[in-house]
């Protein structure tokens, strides 16, 4: 049988300040949309084209009030997680679809006078090189654990 993959990650500039709100059982949530961009030249006419992307973020629990701080509209910013699509009906009973990026990990790369704050998994889990310069204790903040069994349905997300 052959394994699955569902891993994506994203280098791109925020299009907004991160939305964060609680689900009805305390829960943080932050939504983030990000645009990410692609240059090439078209080889028939020789002319620069560039192309936008933009991917809805989602990041749960103390990685999502790590973003609230920091991160700010227009902010360079690494986000690794696994693809989502949800479903949902409108009043009118038209059904709706979003793909979203479910954030696991996330680095701050624009940099204010040396290395940016990152969040991602614990340290023992990552190589020394891969550790930031600096000691800074947002750095060492983990996100929680992505809980398989409990399902968050449409109606408990505050928006």
């Given amino acids: 049988m052959a394994a699955s993959l569902n891993f994506v990650q994203v280098i791109g500039n925020l299009t907004r300040d991160p939305e964060v709100r609680q689900t009805p059982n ?4 932050a939504t983030i949309g990000i645009a990410t961009n692609r240059k090439w030249t078209n080889k028939q006419t020789n002319e620069k084209q560039e192309e936008v992307e933009f991917h809805n ?3 749960w629990g103390k990685l999502a009030e ?3 701080q920091y991160l700010k509209k227009g902010a360079k910013t690494y986000f690794q997680g696994r693809l989502k699509t949800r479903n949902w009906e409108d009043p009118d009973g038209k059904k709706n ?3 979203e990026i479910i954030a696991e990990n996330m680095i701050m790369l624009d940099s204010r006078g040396g290395a940016a704050p990152t969040a991602s ?3 023992a889990s990552q190589p020394a090189a891969s550790q930031p310069a600096v000691a800074d204790p947002v750095a060492q903040q983990t996100p929680p654990p992505v809980a398989e069994e409990e399902e968050v349905r449409i109606d408990d997300l505050p928006f």
Wanted: net charge positive.
């Fill in 26 to 29: 305390g829960q943080t949530v």
């Fill in 57 to 59: 973020v989602v990041v």
């Fill in 66 to 68: 790590i973003c609230q």
């Fill in 97 to 99: 679809y979003r793909t």
């Fill in 121 to 123: 998994q614990p340290a």
